[in-house]
């Protein structure tokens, strides 16, 4: 399984980004997808995930601000980020995995692209 992200890069607060996320060597429209983030020395952390039917679910400190969504036929997962602040600083890493009961559980990465959110 190849997983590999795109999109990142500087933006100013308040500004949008849309991250992707290209599969391939897996069955994508089955999978679950996820997307993380690692800020400089924090654990990495679930930001959002989508289910293979296009069902999401985000951090609280997202919320409104980030929406995941998926093209079956492109294998493509992305993630829209709108509101930009500071704190969203951080290499972003896609994941393809499963659910167990309603937490997602990731089985490969991608490598990381990295957000900078910063006047």
């Known amino acids: 399984v190849q997983l590999q992200a795109s999109g990142g890069g500087l933006v100013q607060p308040g500004g949008s980004l849309r991250l992707s996320c290209a599969a391939s060597g897996t069955i994508f429209s089955i999978n679950a997808m996820g997307w993380y983030r690692q800020a400089p020395g924090k654990q990495r952390e679930l930001v959002a995930s989508i289910t293979s039917g296009g069902s999401t679910n985000y951090a609280d400190s997202v919320k409104g601000r980030f929406t995941a969504s998926r093209d079956n036929d492109k294998n493509t997962v992305y993630l829209q980020m709108n509101s930009l602040k500071p704190e969203d600083t951080a290499v972003y890493y896609c994941?393809?995995?499963?659910?167990?009961?309603?937490?997602?559980?990731?089985?490969?990465w991608g490598q990381g692209t990295l957000v900078t959110v910063s006047s």
């Open positions: 994941s393809t995995g499963y659910y167990s009961g309603r937490y997602y559980v990731p089985s490969y």
